[in-house]
Nanobody, 125 residues
Framework: QVQLAESGGGLVQAGGSLRLSCVAS????????MGWFRQAPGKEREFVAA????????NYADSVKGRVTISRDNAENTVYLQMNSLKPEDTAVYYC??????????????????WGQGTQVTVSS
C-alpha cells in the first residue's frame, strides 16, 4: 500500500520560511517523479514544483519560482519543499504526489497516481 506522509506545515508570518517533508512508503521511490501541489479554500489544486527521479531536473510554478526549492533524498524516500519569503497568498493545504515516470516532470494533477493527505500552511500578514 502506497503512503505519502507530509509534515512541516504550520503558521508563519509573511517573509518567513518553512520546510515541508514528504516520506513515501510502499513504492520504489527512485522510479517516481515527485511533485508538490497546493489548494487554497475555494480554489482548484495547483502545481507548485516537481523533481525528477534522480533529482537532477526540477520545475516550478511561476508564482513560487525563486522562493521555493524542491529536493529529494532517495536513500530516505523523502522529498522536501523549502519555502522562503512566504506571502499570505501562499496559504493553502500542501500535498505531495508521486508520478510513475522517468522521462518528464509532470505539472498536471491527473499525471500523479499517488497523493498524501496534505499539510496546512498559513501565512499571516
Amino acid at each position: 500500500q502506497v503512503q505519502l506522509a507530509e509534515s512541516g506545515g504550520g503558521l508563519v508570518q509573511a517573509g518567513g520560511s518553512l520546510r515541508l517533508s514528504c516520506v513515501a512508503s510502499g513504492l520504489t521511490f527512485r522510479n517516481y517523479a515527485m511533485g508538490w501541489f497546493r489548494q487554497a479554500p475555494g480554489k482548484e489544486r495547483e502545481f507548485v514544483a516537481a523533481i525528477s527521479w534522480s533529482g537532477r531536473a526540477t520545475n516550478y510554478a511561476d508564482s513560487v519560482k525563486g522562493r521555493v526549492t524542491i529536493s529529494r533524498d532517495n536513500a530516505e524516500n523523502t522529498v522536501y519543499l523549502q519555502m522562503n519569503s512566504l506571502k499570505p497568498e501562499d496559504t493553502a493545504v500542501y500535498y505531495c504526489a508521486a508520478a510513475s515516470t522517468l522521462t518528464f516532470l509532470p505539472r498536471r494533477v491527473l499525471d500523479y497516481s499517488h497523493w498524501g493527505q496534505g499539510t496546512q500552511v498559513t501565512v499571516s500578514s
